[in-house]
Structures are given as C-alpha cells and as structure tokens.
C-alpha cells in the first residue's frame, strides 16, 4: 500500500510524535534518523571473504536522467580488489595510496582499516564484490581507517569516479556534509540526523529500522487495528523504530498509541499485563531487545504483537516458543534464501544475521550505483537482497519493503494474508 505524503508534513508529525512518546515513556526526545548498520554492530574484527562467481545479475529499470560529469564509462572485466590494509593501529597516512591507473568510474569507499567497523565492512565489500562480479563490471575499493573518510573520498575523485558508494558509518557522513564541496554522485549506506539536509548529489541507502517501523503501522492498518500499545525501553534503536510506527500510524489516520516503558521486576511486569487488559489494543508494538520480547511476550495476552528485526539475530532455540506470533520485518535475503534474483550468489556464512544483512546491503548498492552511472534515473525500484527498493527523489531516499515473518511453533514462517 503506497502512501503519498509532504516531506515538511512528516518532519513535523515525527518530531511532534517524538516529544510525544519521550513524555509518556518518560525518555529523551526520539530520534527517528536511521543509525547505521554498522556503527549499530558491535566491535567486530575484520576478516576476508573471497565471494564467487554468480550468473549475471538484471539491473534495474531505469527512466530518463539527470546529466552526469563527462568521464570514461566503465570497462567490462573484474572487480579491482581493495589495496593492501595497513595494521589496525595504524594512522590514515600509513593507508598505501592507489597505483596510477586508468579512470575508474565506480568506487566503493568503505572503512576497511578501522578495528571497530572493519569487519562489517568486509561484510558490505563481499556483497558488492558478487554482484559486481555476475555484472563482470569494473570498480575500485578505497579502503580507510577511522577518520579517514575525507582523504578516501579525495583519492575516489581524483580517480575519476563519477558515482561512490559509501560513506558506511554515520559519522563518516556526516564529515563529507561538513566538508562541504563538489562531491559525486554518491549513495551513502547511511542516513543523517532527522532534519539535516543531505548535499546536492548524495542518496542515501540505509538498512533503516524506520522502514520497518513504518511497514509494520501500514500492514497493523490494513489488518483492520484501531487501537494500538507500545511497550519501549531506553535503547536509541528501538526508540527509532517506535517514532518511526507511531509517526507512520498517525499519519494513516490513527489515533496516538497508549506507551508503556518496560521495567523488568516481576512485579512490574505483572502490573503490565492489568494495564494492557484495561486498555485492549487491537497491536503491541515491541520496541524492546530480542531478550526483553522474550520477557515480556508472555504478559500481553491474546494480542497481535509485532517487534523488529534484531528479534531474528539467531535467537536460542529455548526461546524460539516464547516468542510464538510474534511477527517482525526482514530482509529477503534471510526471508527467502532461494529467491530468483539472488540465489546464485554466493551466500558467505557469517555466523550473525547482523552481517548477513550488510552483505545483502553490498549487493543492492551495487544495483543501485549501476542504475546512476549516467546520472540520476527518473524511476528506480526494484526487488533487491534487502527488500523492494524505491527511490523517492524528493527525500534523496530509498524506501525498502521487507518480508513480514512471525515465530510459529519453534519455526520462523511467513505471516498469511498480504
């Protein structure tokens, strides 16, 4: 269901919603800007993947478009690897530059060298690095350590490239738009503070826990809900994800949700559950950790409870029943394994859902930087490892649609309907 909408009538409806929850919680003021994938990731060390060959990946449709800075078009053939990295400790001046080499107009910019965000983005880098592959399309990766992000964004332009993929971590974005100047086109893999107007030329791409909010308030809506709860806690993501529904629900014409803070003493949770009976809402929004919906599922009743993705970060199997119908969006690529457009790709086992997340990323950014690779298209939507992706030009935005999923039984199966 599509839902046509002012971008300064939904700025004002999500920092209005946001003051609004803080007060009921009794939290600071919500944030409903996507934090980063991988700046949300815990440290991690970074390790290599070496993805395989896969047949040849369609790229998406494309309309008419902007003009793009003249330059060389890409040469078919494969990926550029990244250049060696430097130890862990090293400074950004230790990175090795690139060898003198003919235009390369792609380039992938990702923080390789950095001890705390390394390994996710080895993560994204393997993705992009298969479906580059399949499209046998040139590109070049300009790895950086912490603080680096500027001097790597330097290096992709003096390379030629007209579109970069990157910056990963939100505060590295967050330098290139205080560093102001021309940039390329860019998709960033990240998304900004609510209210901070992205450069000229800059996308963002963002495995947004927005998006999930705001798929769960339209699908809660057309299953006929009227009345709905949210049970929150004090942890910035979850917070986003709770602003993000609320803001979605009223929009659509609903009427503010009642919000609980959880508090997890016994006693608490009982006093819980007589409040939830008293107020009878048709959904629960779960706006909690994977551990504390394993908590607190069992004081909600027979209700329609919905949380978000990180319920399904490889939860233990003792678990599994506690969280029976408990529903939640997730990305195709762990959805549904077997999907035509992305089967064949090779499928790395990373041993957490966190990062098989950012290498789905990595493929769909790499779709993404084809389809701006003579400018901007005038439509782009597709069905991508991370869900149906459309371009909103007015935003500068991709929304992403998941795979809506629920824990029945001990088994994670699709929820019926739409």
């Not at 508090?263 to 909690?288: G, I, N």
């Not at 098989?356 to 701006?372: I, N």
Request: with cysteine; charged share 20%; proline share 11%.
């Amino acid at each position: 269901m599509k839902v046509c909408r002012s971008d300064r009538i939904r700025r004002c409806l999500d920092a209005a919603l946001a003051s609004l929850l803080a007060l009921l919680l009794g939290l600071p003021a919500l944030c409903v800007a996507q934090s980063p994938g991988a700046s949300d990731a815990k440290a991690l060390t970074p390790a290599s993947t070496a993805p395989g060959p896969a047949p040849p990946a369609s790229p998406p449709s494309k309309g008419s478009r902007e003009p793009a800075p003249p330059a060389s078009p890409p040469a078919a053939g494969t990926a550029e690897p990244a250049p060696p990295l430097p130890p862990k400790d090293a400074p950004e001046s230790a990175l090795p530059p690139s060898p003198a080499a003919e235009p390369v107009p792609l380039a992938l910019v990702l923080p390789l060298g950095s001890p705390v965000y390394g390994r996710a983005a080895e993560a994204v880098n393997a993705g992009f690095a298969a479906a580059a592959d399949a499209a046998r399309l040139r590109y070049g990766v300009i790895a950086h350590a912490d603080g680096g992000v500027a001097a790597a964004f330097a290096r992709a332009g003096e390379g030629g490239a007209r579109v970069v993929v990157g910056p990963l971590v939100r505060d590295d974005l967050k330098a290139i738009v205080s560093a102001g100047g021309e940039l390329p086109w860019t998709i960033a893999l990240n998304q900004l503070d609510e209210g901070v107007v992205l450069p000229p030329r800059v996308y963002t791409l963002a495995l947004a826990v927005d998006s999930e909010g705001v798929q769960v308030a339209r699908r809660a809506q057309a299953d006929g809900a009227r009345t709905v709860a949210i049970i929150g806690s004090d942890n910035p993501l979850q917070r986003r994800f709770a602003g993000a529904f609320a803001g979605e629900w009223i929009l659509l014409g609903g009427s503010a949700p009642v919000t609980f803070r959880l508090q997890r003493a016994p006693d608490m949770l009982a006093l819980l559950r007589r409040e939830l009976a008293k107020a009878a809402p048709d959904v629960v929004l779960l706006a909690v950790s994977a551990q504390d919906a394993t908590l607190v599922k069992p004081y909600l009743g027979p209700v329609i409870a919905y949380t978000s993705s990180q319920v399904n970060d490889r939860p233990p199997a003792e678990s599994l029943r506690d969280l029976d119908d408990v529903r939640f969006v997730e990305i195709p690529w762990l959805a549904d394994p077997s999907g035509a457009g992305y089967a064949a790709l090779p499928r790395p086992d990373y041993g957490s859902a966190t990062l098989d997340r950012l290498y789905a990323l990595g493929v769909d950014a790499f779709r993404v930087a084809q389809a701006f690779a003579d400018g901007v298209p005038a439509r782009l939507e597709f069905d991508g490892a991370t869900g149906h992706l459309t371009l909103d030009r007015s935003s500068r935005q991709f929304f992403r649609e998941g795979t809506l999923l629920q824990f029945r039984d001990g088994e994670v199966v699709p929820v019926a309907g739409r």
